[in-house]
Protein backbone atom coordinates (compact mmCIF):
# COMPACT_ATOMS: atom_id res chain seq x y z
CA UNK A 1 0.00 0.00 0.00
CA UNK A 2 1.41 3.47 -0.58
CA UNK A 3 2.57 5.89 2.33
CA UNK A 4 -0.10 8.26 3.91
CA UNK A 5 -0.05 12.00 2.16
CA UNK A 6 2.80 14.08 3.66
CA UNK A 7 1.89 17.42 3.08
CA UNK A 8 3.92 19.99 2.21
CA UNK A 9 1.99 23.17 2.67
CA UNK A 10 4.79 25.24 4.23
CA UNK A 11 6.04 25.25 0.30
CA UNK A 12 3.20 26.68 -1.45
CA UNK A 13 4.16 30.08 -0.85
CA UNK A 14 4.45 30.67 -4.88
CA UNK A 15 1.04 28.57 -5.73
CA UNK A 16 -0.94 30.46 -3.49
CA UNK A 17 0.30 33.49 -4.21
CA UNK A 18 -0.45 33.35 -8.06
CA UNK A 19 -4.10 32.98 -6.52
CA UNK A 20 -3.77 36.34 -4.90
CA UNK A 21 -1.46 38.46 -6.49
CA UNK A 22 -4.29 39.23 -9.43
CA UNK A 23 -6.34 41.06 -7.36
CA UNK A 24 -3.90 43.48 -7.43
CA UNK A 25 -4.84 44.80 -10.57
CA UNK A 26 -7.57 46.77 -8.16
CA UNK A 27 -5.01 48.70 -7.97
CA UNK A 28 -3.44 48.66 -11.23
CA UNK A 29 -5.88 49.19 -13.36
CA UNK A 30 -6.72 46.48 -16.50
CA UNK A 31 -6.97 47.02 -20.34
CA UNK A 32 -8.78 44.94 -22.69
CA UNK A 33 -5.23 43.92 -23.89
CA UNK A 34 -4.71 42.34 -20.59
CA UNK A 35 -8.10 40.41 -20.74
CA UNK A 36 -7.34 39.58 -24.06
CA UNK A 37 -3.87 37.58 -23.52
CA UNK A 38 -5.38 36.39 -20.29
CA UNK A 39 -7.73 34.33 -22.61
CA UNK A 40 -5.13 33.59 -25.43
CA UNK A 41 -2.61 32.36 -23.04
CA UNK A 42 -5.35 30.12 -20.84
CA UNK A 43 -6.03 28.70 -24.74
CA UNK A 44 -2.48 27.98 -26.01
CA UNK A 45 -1.27 26.79 -22.82
CA UNK A 46 -4.77 24.33 -22.26
CA UNK A 47 -3.68 23.47 -26.24
CA UNK A 48 -0.33 22.55 -24.97
CA UNK A 49 -1.26 20.88 -21.74
CA UNK A 50 -3.56 18.66 -23.37
CA UNK A 51 -2.26 18.17 -26.76
CA UNK A 52 1.75 17.93 -25.85
CA UNK A 53 1.74 17.22 -22.21
CA UNK A 54 -0.44 14.53 -22.30
CA UNK A 55 -0.82 13.20 -25.98
CA UNK A 56 2.52 13.34 -27.00
CA UNK A 57 4.63 12.66 -23.81
CA UNK A 58 2.48 10.67 -21.45
CA UNK A 59 0.63 8.60 -24.22
CA UNK A 60 3.24 9.05 -27.44
CA UNK A 61 -0.10 9.02 -29.56
CA UNK A 62 1.31 10.80 -32.92
CA UNK A 63 4.95 11.27 -33.89
CA UNK A 64 7.12 15.07 -34.57
CA UNK A 65 10.78 15.57 -35.18
CA UNK A 66 12.76 16.12 -32.05
CA UNK A 67 13.15 19.73 -32.70
CA UNK A 68 9.51 20.26 -32.44
CA UNK A 69 8.97 17.91 -29.37
CA UNK A 70 11.62 20.83 -27.32
CA UNK A 71 9.29 23.16 -28.62
CA UNK A 72 6.21 21.10 -27.68
CA UNK A 73 7.88 20.45 -24.12
CA UNK A 74 8.89 24.33 -23.55
CA UNK A 75 5.15 25.68 -24.97
CA UNK A 76 3.87 23.50 -22.16
CA UNK A 77 6.07 23.83 -19.45
CA UNK A 78 5.23 27.31 -19.64
CA UNK A 79 1.96 26.27 -17.87
CA UNK A 80 4.00 25.78 -14.71
CA UNK A 81 3.15 22.12 -14.33
CA UNK A 82 6.72 20.94 -14.04
CA UNK A 83 9.16 18.94 -16.61
CA UNK A 84 7.07 16.68 -19.61
CA UNK A 85 8.94 13.86 -17.79
CA UNK A 86 7.31 14.10 -14.59
CA UNK A 87 4.16 15.30 -15.87
CA UNK A 88 4.35 12.00 -17.71
CA UNK A 89 5.65 9.56 -15.15
CA UNK A 90 3.00 10.82 -13.32
CA UNK A 91 -0.05 10.14 -15.52
CA UNK A 92 1.28 7.13 -16.44
CA UNK A 93 1.10 5.95 -12.95
CA UNK A 94 -2.44 7.96 -12.93
CA UNK A 95 -3.69 4.86 -15.47
CA UNK A 96 -1.44 1.90 -14.59
CA UNK A 97 -3.42 2.13 -11.23
CA UNK A 98 -6.48 4.15 -12.32
CA UNK A 99 -9.05 4.53 -8.79
CA UNK A 100 -6.40 1.78 -7.03
CA UNK A 101 -4.59 3.49 -3.63
CA UNK A 102 -1.31 4.13 -6.24
CA UNK A 103 -3.30 6.19 -8.08
CA UNK A 104 -2.07 9.86 -7.27
CA UNK A 105 -5.57 11.48 -7.77
CA UNK A 106 -7.99 9.49 -7.38
CA UNK A 107 -11.35 10.81 -6.26
CA UNK A 108 -12.34 7.44 -5.72
CA UNK A 109 -9.31 6.61 -2.75
CA UNK A 110 -8.93 10.06 -1.30
CA UNK A 111 -12.04 12.25 -2.01
CA UNK A 112 -12.72 15.14 -4.27
CA UNK A 113 -10.22 17.66 -2.93
CA UNK A 114 -6.75 15.72 -2.86
CA UNK A 115 -7.91 14.59 -6.73
CA UNK A 116 -8.10 18.42 -7.70
CA UNK A 117 -5.89 20.30 -5.72
CA UNK A 118 -4.29 18.21 -2.29
CA UNK A 119 -2.16 15.85 -4.31
CA UNK A 120 -0.09 18.30 -5.32
CA UNK A 121 0.93 19.10 -1.94
CA UNK A 122 1.92 15.87 -1.13
CA UNK A 123 5.71 14.94 -1.43
CA UNK A 124 4.81 11.47 -2.10
CA UNK A 125 4.33 12.99 -5.68
CA UNK A 126 7.02 15.50 -5.64
CA UNK A 127 10.01 12.98 -7.11
CA UNK A 128 9.63 11.73 -11.51
CA UNK A 129 10.20 7.52 -11.60
CA UNK A 130 12.66 7.37 -14.30
CA UNK A 131 11.53 3.50 -14.71
CA UNK A 132 8.39 5.03 -16.45
CA UNK A 133 10.11 7.59 -18.82
CA UNK A 134 12.99 5.95 -20.41
CA UNK A 135 11.71 6.70 -23.64
CA UNK A 136 11.97 10.57 -22.70
CA UNK A 137 14.51 10.44 -20.80
CA UNK A 138 17.29 9.79 -23.32
CA UNK A 139 16.57 13.40 -24.65
CA UNK A 140 19.33 15.21 -22.52
CA UNK A 141 17.67 18.67 -23.32
CA UNK A 142 14.26 17.03 -21.13
CA UNK A 143 16.33 16.06 -18.71
CA UNK A 144 17.62 19.78 -18.58
CA UNK A 145 14.31 21.25 -18.64
CA UNK A 146 13.06 18.42 -16.05
CA UNK A 147 15.77 20.10 -13.24
CA UNK A 148 15.30 23.57 -14.62
CA UNK A 149 11.15 23.33 -15.14
CA UNK A 150 10.48 27.02 -13.75
CA UNK A 151 12.68 28.63 -16.99
CA UNK A 152 10.00 28.65 -19.12
CA UNK A 153 7.36 30.21 -17.14
CA UNK A 154 9.37 32.58 -15.59
CA UNK A 155 10.52 33.57 -19.04
CA UNK A 156 6.92 34.37 -20.29
CA UNK A 157 5.97 35.84 -17.43
CA UNK A 158 8.71 38.51 -17.61
CA UNK A 159 8.12 38.56 -21.98
CA UNK A 160 4.44 39.40 -20.78
CA UNK A 161 6.07 41.93 -18.07
CA UNK A 162 7.97 43.67 -20.33
CA UNK A 163 5.25 44.41 -23.40
CA UNK A 164 2.07 44.78 -21.18
CA UNK A 165 3.28 46.19 -17.69
CA UNK A 166 2.39 45.40 -14.42
CA UNK A 167 -1.48 44.43 -15.18
CA UNK A 168 -0.62 42.65 -17.62
CA UNK A 169 1.62 40.52 -15.47
CA UNK A 170 -1.38 39.87 -12.80
CA UNK A 171 -4.26 39.25 -15.31
CA UNK A 172 -2.79 38.19 -19.00
CA UNK A 173 0.19 35.74 -17.42
CA UNK A 174 -0.37 35.01 -13.46
CA UNK A 175 -4.71 34.79 -13.64
CA UNK A 176 -4.44 32.70 -16.77
CA UNK A 177 -2.09 30.47 -15.09
CA UNK A 178 -4.47 29.65 -12.45
CA UNK A 179 -7.18 29.51 -14.06
CA UNK A 180 -5.23 27.10 -16.84
CA UNK A 181 -4.36 25.00 -13.14
CA UNK A 182 -7.79 24.40 -12.29
CA UNK A 183 -9.47 23.41 -15.43
CA UNK A 184 -6.36 20.80 -15.75
CA UNK A 185 -7.03 19.86 -12.28
CA UNK A 186 -11.28 18.74 -13.42
CA UNK A 187 -10.15 16.22 -15.22
CA UNK A 188 -8.30 14.33 -12.53
CA UNK A 189 -11.49 15.11 -10.30
CA UNK A 190 -14.38 15.83 -11.32
CA UNK A 191 -13.87 13.75 -14.80
CA UNK A 192 -14.13 10.98 -12.04
CA UNK A 193 -16.88 12.08 -10.33
CA UNK A 194 -19.79 14.04 -12.86
CA UNK A 195 -20.79 12.46 -16.03
CA UNK A 196 -21.74 9.23 -18.33
CA UNK A 197 -19.80 6.07 -19.09
CA UNK A 198 -20.46 4.73 -22.36
CA UNK A 199 -17.57 2.11 -21.67
CA UNK A 200 -16.69 -0.15 -19.15
CA UNK A 201 -13.02 0.90 -18.51
CA UNK A 202 -12.67 -0.61 -15.37
CA UNK A 203 -12.08 2.84 -13.32
CA UNK A 204 -14.51 5.96 -12.63
CA UNK A 205 -13.67 8.22 -15.84
CA UNK A 206 -16.46 9.58 -17.85
CA UNK A 207 -17.71 11.95 -20.39
CA UNK A 208 -18.65 15.45 -19.69
CA UNK A 209 -19.04 17.92 -22.67
CA UNK A 210 -18.76 20.61 -19.95
CA UNK A 211 -15.23 19.60 -19.22
CA UNK A 212 -14.63 19.05 -22.66
CA UNK A 213 -14.81 22.62 -23.82
CA UNK A 214 -12.94 23.71 -20.71
CA UNK A 215 -10.21 21.53 -21.50
CA UNK A 216 -10.29 21.59 -25.35
CA UNK A 217 -11.49 18.04 -25.65
CA UNK A 218 -9.91 16.08 -22.74
CA UNK A 219 -13.84 15.80 -20.90
CA UNK A 220 -14.06 13.09 -22.80
CA UNK A 221 -12.46 11.20 -20.24
CA UNK A 222 -14.09 7.64 -20.34
CA UNK A 223 -13.16 7.58 -24.08
CA UNK A 224 -9.59 8.06 -23.21
CA UNK A 225 -9.39 5.55 -20.31
CA UNK A 226 -11.18 3.07 -22.92
CA UNK A 227 -8.50 3.26 -25.17
CA UNK A 228 -5.29 5.76 -23.85
CA UNK A 229 -3.38 5.21 -27.88
CA UNK A 230 -5.82 7.61 -29.85
CA UNK A 231 -4.68 11.30 -30.73
CA UNK A 232 -8.75 11.78 -31.11
CA UNK A 233 -10.59 11.20 -27.52
CA UNK A 234 -13.83 13.14 -28.93
CA UNK A 235 -14.55 9.73 -30.96
CA UNK A 236 -17.40 11.02 -32.77
CA UNK A 237 -17.91 13.92 -34.68
CA UNK A 238 -20.41 16.05 -32.12
CA UNK A 239 -18.04 15.45 -29.06
CA UNK A 240 -15.67 18.36 -29.73
CA UNK A 241 -12.02 17.94 -29.37
CA UNK A 242 -10.53 21.41 -30.08
CA UNK A 243 -7.25 19.98 -28.94
CA UNK A 244 -7.67 17.18 -31.65
CA UNK A 245 -8.59 19.65 -34.89
CA UNK A 246 -4.84 21.71 -33.49
CA UNK A 247 -3.10 18.69 -33.90
CA UNK A 248 -4.70 17.73 -37.23
CA UNK A 249 -3.67 21.47 -38.38
CA UNK A 250 -0.13 20.74 -37.16
CA UNK A 251 -0.04 17.59 -39.01
CA UNK A 252 -1.03 18.85 -42.15
CA UNK A 253 1.78 21.48 -42.15
CA UNK A 254 4.19 18.81 -41.41
CA UNK A 255 5.20 18.71 -37.69
CA UNK A 256 3.39 16.34 -36.52
CA UNK A 257 2.78 13.26 -38.03
CA UNK A 258 1.21 9.55 -37.81
CA UNK A 259 -1.57 10.66 -35.33
CA UNK A 260 -3.22 7.66 -33.89
CA UNK A 261 -7.27 6.45 -34.46
CA UNK A 262 -9.61 4.91 -31.79
CA UNK A 263 -10.03 1.47 -33.48
CA UNK A 264 -13.23 0.62 -35.89
CA UNK A 265 -14.45 -2.17 -33.76
CA UNK A 266 -14.40 0.27 -30.37
CA UNK A 267 -16.03 2.94 -32.71
CA UNK A 268 -18.79 0.76 -33.81
CA UNK A 269 -19.03 -0.97 -30.32
CA UNK A 270 -19.78 2.63 -28.78
CA UNK A 271 -22.64 3.57 -31.45
CA UNK A 272 -23.89 -0.13 -30.03
CA UNK A 273 -24.21 1.32 -26.68
CA UNK A 274 -25.37 4.71 -27.27
CA UNK A 275 -28.19 3.42 -29.28
CA UNK A 276 -29.08 0.79 -26.34
CA UNK A 277 -29.07 3.33 -23.59
CA UNK A 278 -31.36 5.61 -25.88
CA UNK A 279 -33.79 2.70 -26.19
CA UNK A 280 -33.47 2.21 -22.54
CA UNK A 281 -31.98 -0.95 -22.39
CA UNK A 282 -29.64 -2.63 -19.69
CA UNK A 283 -26.08 -2.02 -20.39
CA UNK A 284 -24.44 -4.14 -22.74
CA UNK A 285 -21.42 -6.56 -21.56
CA UNK A 286 -18.29 -4.96 -22.74
CA UNK A 287 -16.97 -6.19 -26.01
CA UNK A 288 -12.80 -6.02 -26.09
CA UNK A 289 -12.37 -5.33 -22.45
CA UNK A 290 -9.71 -7.21 -22.20
CA UNK A 291 -8.17 -4.43 -24.70
CA UNK A 292 -8.57 -1.74 -21.94
CA UNK A 293 -7.33 -4.19 -19.20
CA UNK A 294 -4.34 -4.60 -21.05
CA UNK A 295 -3.10 -1.46 -21.60
CA UNK A 296 -4.07 -0.26 -18.38
CA UNK A 297 -1.62 -2.42 -16.71
CA UNK A 298 0.87 -1.84 -19.04
CA UNK A 299 0.61 2.10 -18.95
Not at 184 to 202: A, D, K, M
Not at 279 to 299: I, Q
Request: aromatic share 16%; charged share 20%.
Amino acid sequence: MPPPPDYKLSEGGPFFALHLLPLLAIFTGTTWVDWAVCFGLFFLRMFAITGFYHRYFSHRTFKTSRWFQLVMAVWAMSSSQKGVMWWASTHRQHHKYSDLPWDPHSPAQRGLFYAHVGWIFDRNHDETDMERVKDLARYPELVWLGKHWMVPPIALGVLVWWFLGWSGLLIGFMLSTALLWHGTYTINSLSHVFGTQRFESGDTSRNNWALALLTLGEGWHNNHHTYQGSTRQGFYWWEVDITYYGLKLLSWVGLIWELREPPAKLLEEGRRRDAAKRRGEPRLPEVGATDTVTARTSA
